[in-house]
Every structure is written in C-alpha cells, then in structure tokens.
Nanobody, 127 residues
Framework: QVSVAESGGGSVQAGGSLRLSCLVH????????LAWFRQVSGKGREGVAV???????YYADAVKGRFTISVDNAKNILYLQMNDLKPEDTATYYC?????????????????????WGQGTQVTVAS
C-alpha cells in the first residue's frame, strides 16, 4: 500500500525560502511521475511542479525560476525548494504519484490523473 506524507510547510515573509519534503512509501512502479500541487481554500488544485523517471521536469509559469523539484531516490523523498516566496504562493501543498506510461509524459495540469495524495502541508507567505 502506497502512502505519501508531506512536511516542511510554515510561515515566512515574502522573499523567504522553504523546502517541502514528501516521503513516498510502498511505491513499486518502475516508471512514474511525482508531482507537487497546491490548493487555496475554495479554489481548484493547481499543478506546481512535476518530475518523473524520464528525468523531465515541468513547472507552472507562476513558479518558474523560483521553485525547484528534485528527488532523492535512495530515501524515497520528493523535494520542492521554494525561493523568493510571494504572498500568492500561500496555499496547502500536496504531493502525489502517477504511473508514467510508455511513450507518455508527466502532466502538470491534470491533478485528477494522480493518485496517492498526502494530507498536505500549509505554506503561508506574509507580505
């Protein structure tokens, strides 16, 4: 059984940094996507960054140049390094997994295709 658990959220001033972590346990697929999404109360879930076993990474336009997604395969941890944070980055951040199909790619704007969601970690950026 797959489980994911996010951590690392908190409250920071604008311009600050945070690093989110997502521990993925029990995942056995050989080809997969790992993604970060975020959600503000009352709004839909937004893709932030994705990576996969194809070594490609994709970022939402709003975070390009500020956020970096990475994976420590030895520890089964997905990271999201967030720099130069802005008040509009305030949200609950989630990680999720998806099988990477042969010839496919890891979509960033299709949260409904991802499974194994964690409980989320809250990020609050004050102006």
């Amino acid at each position: 059984q797959v489980s994911v658990a996010e951590s690392g959220g908190g409250s920071v001033q604008a311009g600050g940094s945070l690093r989110l972590s997502c521990l993925v346990h029990g995942y056995t697929e050989n080809s997969y996507c790992l993604a970060w999404f975020r959600q503000v109360s009352g709004k839909g879930r937004e893709g932030v960054a994705v990576t996969g076993t194809d070594s490609r990474t994709y970022y939402a336009d709003a975070v390009k140049g500020r956020f970096t997604i990475s994976v420590d395969n030895a520890k089964n941890i997905l990271y999201l390094q967030m720099n130069d944070l802005k008040p509009e980055d305030t949200a609950t951040y989630y990680c999720a997994t998806r099988v990477l199909r042969v010839g496919g790619y890891c979509p960033i704007n299709a949260h409904y295709e991802y499974k194994n969601w964690g409980q989320g970690t809250q990020v609050t950026v004050a102006s």
